[in-house]
């Protein structure tokens, strides 16, 4: 092993507890390999996130307002006085993590958990929340040059949480904005 080989190694292990880094890290060390070239080497600006599923449709979130995905967690705990979309605590960890159901929050349905139900976490500083949503799709890459500022059209009542979209070919990504929808008053009252 040389010297540089023993350095990216290094490297890796001190990303062993932080596993969303580690994979971004693994990530962006095989495009460099498959694409053959150097990591300084330029490239067309892109945009990564994370693809969902929500009521029949896909949605996109900003990686970077994406913290983690989680199955549905085993023990749900209820919280007396709060609204019904708010599923309840989950011990994750050691930490406990409000779940809520979005699409119910959004006035669109319920959530039922099943297989593929999943929970993402909302890396914000001061609103920990899981958000509950029927299937995680997992990263999608697009150029920046194929955002749209204007939101497209969606069943789901969720307009005011768009930024915009990705449009390629005939598929249209709606962008949903974490950022907004936990910093909304809406979100922030969940007592009944």
């Known amino acids: 092993m040389t010297g540089s080989d023993s350095g990216a190694l290094e490297n890796l292990r ?5 596993p969303f880094e580690l994979l971004k890290e693994l990530e962006k060390r095989s495009r460099i390999q498959t694409a053959g070239s150097a990591p300084d080497a330029p490239t067309e600006p892109e945009w990564v996130g994370v693809a969902f599923r929500m009521g029949g449709e ?3 979130l900003a990686r970077e307002e994406t913290r983690e995905v989680l199955g549905f967690p085993p023990a749900v705990t209820r919280i007396p006085g709060a609204k019904a ?3 309840g605590l989950a011990n994750v960890r050691g930490q406990l ?3 809520l159901d979005l699409r119910q929050f959004l006035g669109s349905g319920v959530t039922t958990a099943g297989r593929n139900t999943r929970v993402i976490v909302v890396n914000h500083r001061e609103v920990p929340a899981g958000l509950m949503v029927d299937e995680v799709l997992g990263f999608r890459r697009f150029a920046e040059r194929e955002f749209n500022a204007a939101p497209p059209p969606t069943v789901i009542r969720c307009d005011s949480f768009l930024a915009g979209a990705f449009r390629r070919g005939a598929e249209v990504w709606p962008v949903f904005s974490l950022k907004t929808l936990v910093e909304s008053d809406s979100f922030l009252q969940a007592t009944v």
């Open 58 to 60: 896909t949605f996109l």
């Open 14 to 18: 001190s990303l062993r507890d932080r």
């Open 97 to 99: 993590l409000p779940i």
């Open 85 to 87: 979309w708010v599923k």
